[in-house]
């Protein structure tokens, strides 16, 4: 909920909200002087994306029911799997937020656009991980297990697949 995430980034005064029985400072008071990392950027309502605009612009912000300025020198990092760009286009995300974020992009394309190689290097790692996790002597996916995975479109993208592994560790049999 926009209260509840607001309150998680920036904090809140005593009696600013119901259960708000004391001052508790927010992630981007904690991460002060560090990175502050945002999953799932593209999922802020308009109010919290002008309260974080204004942290990148200015460095400053207050806490939910506060009044003071507090200042915070953080490095922020953000993900999401929308295309913001759209969202811009759509009026649902603030493109001066968008271009202060840009700073430095990386795309990360879904496993269903990259190559075979990739995906199954992924499927290894997770086998080798999952294997010794589990007390398992798995050392190498079968040409028919290698198939599949290359088959499969993993909409689920890497958590997909790495779940699957797992699943194929822990009830395989060999």
């Known amino acids: 909920p926009e209260s509840l995430a607001e309150s998680e980034l920036f904090g809140h005064e005593r009696g600013a909200f119901t259960g708000a029985d004391r001052r508790t400072p927010g992630r981007v008071e904690l991460a002060a002087g560090g990175t ?8 802020l309502s308009a109010a919290v994306q002008a309260k974080l605009l204004r942290l990148l612009q200015e460095r400053s912000f207050e806490r939910v029911g506060g009044r003071e300025v507090l200042r915070a020198d953080v490095r922020v990092v953000a993900a999401t799997h929308r295309d913001l760009e759209s ?7 603030r493109e001066d937020l968008l271009y202060r974020l840009r700073v430095v992009e990386i795309a990360l394309p879904p496993l269903r656009e990259r190559g ?13 991980l999952f294997a010794r996790r589990h007390g398992r002597s798995a050392r ?32 395989g049999d060999g």
């Not at 502050?36 to 999922?43: H, K, M, P, W, Y």
């Not at 969202?87 to 995300?93: C, D, E, I, T, Y």
């Not at 697949?161 to 560790?169: D, G, S």
């Open 116 to 128: 075979a190689e990739e995906v199954l290097s992924l499927a290894e790692h997770f086998l080798a």
């Open 140 to 171: 190498a996916l079968s040409r028919a297990a290698r198939e599949v995975i290359t088959a499969h479109r993993w909409p689920g993208n890497v958590r997909e697949l790495e779940h699957a592994l797992e699943r194929a560790v822990v009830l």
């Open 36 to 43: 502050l990392f945002l999953d799932e950027i593209g999922e």
């Open 87 to 93: 969202l811009v286009a759509r009026g649902l995300f």
